[in-house]
């Protein structure tokens, strides 16, 4: 982890990741079983990365948000110097207050009902990335689709 931490630079600076890095995609509670089955299909793995997925507690309790936990999930995602992605709900009640947490740590996020489906697209971009910021370019890649 700590040589992950070294080469992923922060938020998206640095050298770029080296063959066998570990970077994470942080998931809500409704998305992570779907997450996890897109990712153990993929082997764990996008290209020469290993891919791991963070399951977050859930953001409702019932019916009710619970605003606390929206915020420290997407504060938890950016203080983790690993984080490639975020994937979320489309929940207009929760991405009010995810999206500006996510764009100040400049981690790019997926909205979806498909917590498989959205993983999917994650991993092809981290494959795609040709920088040496993979946080950054994965961010411009799910922000450009």
Same mark, same amino acid.
């Given at each position: 982890?700590?040589? *992950?931490?070294?080469?992923?630079?922060? @938020?998206?600076?640095?050298?770029?990741?080296? %063959?066998?890095? +570990?970077? !994470?995609?942080?998931?809500?509670?409704?998305? @992570?079983?779907? =997450? %996890?089955?897109?990712?153990?299909?993929?082997?764990?793995? =996008?290209?020469?990365? #290993?891919?791991? *997925?963070?399951?977050?507690?859930?953001?409702?309790?019932? #019916?009710?948000?619970?605003? $606390?936990?929206?915020?420290?999930? $997407?504060?938890? $995602?950016?203080?983790? !110097? +690993? +984080?490639?992605?975020?994937?979320? &709900?489309?929940?207009?009640?929760? +991405?009010?207050? &995810?999206?500006?947490?996510?764009?100040?740590? #400049?981690?790019?996020?997926?909205? /979806? !009902? !498909?917590?498989?489906?959205?993983?999917?697209?994650?991993?092809? $971009?981290?494959? =795609?990335?040709?920088? /040496?910021?993979?946080?950054?370019?994965?961010?411009? /890649?799910?922000?450009?689709?």
């Amino acid at each position: 982890m700590a040589l *992950a931490v070294a080469l992923l630079g922060g @938020c998206g600076g640095g050298e770029g990741v080296a %063959r066998g890095a +570990t970077v !994470s995609v942080y998931v809500a509670a409704p998305l @992570c079983s779907g =997450a %996890r089955r897109a990712l153990s299909e993929a082997g764990g793995r =996008a290209g020469e990365v #290993e891919v791991r *997925a963070v399951c977050l507690p859930a953001e409702r309790v019932g #019916e009710r948000l619970a605003l $606390a936990r929206v915020g420290a999930n $997407a504060r938890r $995602a950016g203080e983790d !110097s +690993t +984080t490639v992605a975020y994937l979320q &709900t489309a929940d207009r009640a929760v +991405t009010r207050f &995810t999206n500006p947490i996510l764009e100040s740590a #400049e981690i790019g996020w997926v909205e /979806s !009902s !498909s917590g498989q489906a959205a993983m999917a697209r994650i991993l092809h $971009a981290i494959s =795609a990335a040709d920088t /040496s910021s993979l946080r950054d370019a994965v961010r411009e /890649s799910l922000d450009g689709a």
